[in-house]
């Protein structure tokens, strides 16, 4: 049994869209805090993590666009029912939905916590995740092109905040990283294992696929999409590891936006606000894919057609 979705030519998007909805989904809450929970394992070493955990993800990716490339016309709902069969395959899809699910309850959760932790302590949670949530259902209801072009937009208003990184830089202790390797392979792999829980997010390239109009290209843009991800990841643990000393790190909840507290502008006090800020249209794109995903499962139901091979 084959499970194809009938995509319009009018609903498709490119293969550099496919690449910038997998990095959008890569970049998000887990930028502001994951040099703490990877420096636990690894210590000083902790950039040697991310490099460990960008080659396994590169290698991942491979192979799902080559698993991808049997089945242009069919997402992962559709592949796994023709593998496994249609009970177990909808059950393992069921398994897939759930942890979409618990991904964008953890996303919202984790951004209404900043919020309300560095800017306004005393907002309900239900009124954030209100408007949120409204947001993301009106993005998605528009379709995966205009998915795509919201998740460029936030790129692009995002991406320069890298920049003010030169700020901390100038306080930068580089005697910090030595010496290198001084964590076991086992630290150093238990702190790849750790980043992999911030920079997951490539797999809905399951769901996008089937909408790439130029799928000879998907695993060109998608590989560099991975890579760009990964280089930011690297330049943000680099100068957090030379900004903050250990003991300092493993207090610091939210390092990236202690980075941008350094940040001192004559018409600006407090820089990290604006970064709150500018991370809501971050946070969105990510919601918007993951819900985007359940919402193609649903229309693969009434819009599919199964064939016999």
Same mark, same amino acid.
């Given at each position: 049994m084959k499970i194809n979705l009938n995509v319009t030519k009018s609903n498709t998007i490119s293969a550099f869209l496919a690449g910038v909805l997998v990095h959008g989904t890569q970049i998000g809450m887990g930028v502001l805090g994951f040099q703490r929970i990877i420096a636990k394992e690894a210590g000083h070493d902790a950039w040697i993590s991310v490099i460990l955990a960008g080659l396994i993800t590169h290698v991942t990716v491979w192979i799902i666009i080559k698993t991808l490339q049997k089945y242009p016309s069919a997402d992962l709902y559709?592949?796994?029912?023709?593998?496994?069969?249609?009970?177990?395959?909808?059950?393992?899809?069921?398994?897939?939905?759930?942890?979409?699910?618990?991904?964008?309850?953890?996303?919202?959760?984790?951004?209404?916590?900043?919020?309300?932790?560095?800017?306004?302590?005393?907002?309900?949670?239900?009124?954030?995740?209100?408007?949120?949530?409204?947001? !993301? &259902?009106?993005?998605?209801?528009?379709?995966?092109?205009? /998915?795509?072009?919201?998740? @460029?937009? $936030?790129?692009?208003?995002? +991406?320069?905040?890298?920049?003010?990184?030169?700020?901390?830089?100038?306080?930068?202790?580089?005697?910090?990283?030595?010496?290198?390797?001084?964590?076991?392979?086992?630290?150093?792999?238990?702190g790849m294992l750790a980043m992999s829980l911030t920079s997951v997010g490539f797999e809905v390239i399951y769901v996008v696929y089937p909408f790439v109009e130029n799928k000879d290209r998907v695993n060109k843009s998608t590989q560099w999409a991975v890579l760009v991800t990964f280089l930011a990841y690297l330049?943000?643990?680099?100068?957090?590891?030379?900004?903050?000393?250990?003991?300092?790190?493993?207090?610091?909840?939210?390092?990236?936006?202690?980075?941008?507290?350094? !940040? &001192?502008?004559?018409?600006?006090?407090?820089?990290?606000? /604006?970064?709150?800020?500018? @991370?809501? $249209?971050?946070?969105?794109? +990510?919601?918007?894919?993951i819900c985007g995903a359940l919402h193609v499962d649903s229309n693969a139901s009434s819009d599919s057609t199964c064939e016999h091979r």
């Open positions: 559709g592949i796994q029912e023709d593998v496994f069969g249609r009970w177990l395959g909808t059950g393992i899809s069921l398994l897939y939905l759930t942890y979409f699910f618990i991904s964008a309850g953890v996303i919202l959760r984790n951004y209404i916590e900043v919020v309300q932790t560095w800017v306004f302590p005393n907002l309900p949670t239900w009124i954030l995740s209100g408007i949120i949530l409204f947001l !993301v &259902y009106y993005t998605i209801v528009g379709g995966i092109r205009v /998915v795509a072009g919201y998740t @460029f937009f $936030s790129i692009a208003v995002t +991406i320069w905040l890298l920049c003010d990184l030169y700020f901390p830089l100038q306080y930068a202790h580089w005697e910090y990283l030595f010496p290198i390797m001084d964590s076991s392979l086992e630290n150093l792999f238990k330049l943000i643990m680099l100068v957090s590891l030379v900004f903050f000393s250990q003991g300092q790190l493993m207090r610091t909840i939210w390092a990236t936006l202690n980075l941008h507290k350094m !940040v &001192y502008l004559p018409v600006l006090e407090r820089f990290e606000l /604006v970064v709150i800020s500018l @991370f809501s $249209s971050s946070s969105c794109p +990510i919601l918007c894919c």
